[in-house]
């Protein structure tokens, strides 16, 4: 398995006040798997059916939102852990902080070590493709 790259060119001001061109690697040629994809590449692996794949994954999506919104981290052990973080206003003591304050709200994912330690010794190359 190979990790393809191509190469982006950027235009940069010099700290002289000249423009340069830099250059830097960016992932490319990556194919999007879809529910029904990762179902059928998951039940070639295993010994259930893709519908019964595809039902756990579905059920699966509609589940953690649910126990995230609970209060909940969600732990998928060896895959790693979802939770939710927000960020808030800076009040000058803790009286003026309440909910009004809090302005957004995302979706954390933490990878396992055991998934990382998987991701440590990637194969690149460069694309063919422009």
Known sequence: MTLK???????????????RDIYYARACDRKM???DMVAKQLAKESTLSPADIYA????????????????NSVSLGSLGIFSLHFSSEVKNSKEEVNKRCIKGIKMKFRASP?????????????????
């Open 5 to 19: 790259y191509k190469v982006i060119k950027q235009k940069t001001p010099a700290s002289t006040g000249e423009v």
């Open 33 to 35: 798997y879809d529910l």
């Open 56 to 71: 756990t994954l579905v059920g699966l999506t509609d589940l953690i939102p649910l126990l995230l919104m609970d209060n």
């Open 114 to 130: 055991k998934l990382k330690k998987r991701l440590r010794s990637p194969i690149f190359e460069k694309s063919k493709n422009k």
